[in-house]
């Protein structure tokens, strides 16, 4: 299994901002669509947004569309994700995972079972 880790969570009050990332390492993640996801206590884990594998293909939900970006850095093998305009219902647990296929080319981007491997989740609070 592919060993992910994400960082760059934190406490922030609302309207503020973080970046995310995910980094991988012994394999190269430019061979995956990546997909981030977040679960609030309580709740189900739902899909954030993906990006493809050469970066030009990615996807939101509707929730943080405008917001959120998703980028990659394959050189340095690391998929980030910037949280901007931060709201206290973005509070959550957020994961990054990776998936062979193409997932995210299709409409079962935001599908859990679509993807691989996983990482442990970095803690996102928005909260004043």
């Known amino acids: 299994q592919l060993q992910l880790v994400e960082s760059g969570g934190g406490l922030v009050q609302p309207g503020g901002s973080l970046r995310l990332s995910c980094a991988a390492s012994r394999f190269t993640l430019d061979n995956y669509n990546i997909g981030w996801f977040r679960q609030a206590p309580g709740k189900g884990r739902e899909g954030v947004s993906c990006?493809?594998?050469?970066?030009?293909?990615?996807k939101y939900r509707d929730s943080v569309n405008g917001r959120f970006t998703i980028s990659r850095d394959n050189a340095k093998n690391t998929v980030y994700l910037q949280l901007n305009s931060l709201k206290p219902e973005d509070t959550a647990v957020y994961f990054c995972?990776?998936?062979?296929?193409?997932?995210?080319?299709?409409?079962?981007?935001?599908?859990?079972?679509?993807?691989?491997?996983w990482g442990q989740g970095t803690q996102v609070t928005v909260s004043s």
């Open positions: 990006i493809n594998r050469s970066g030009r293909v990615t």
């Open positions: 995972a990776a998936d062979s296929g193409s997932s995210c080319a299709s409409g079962s981007w935001s599908v859990t079972s679509q993807y691989d491997s």
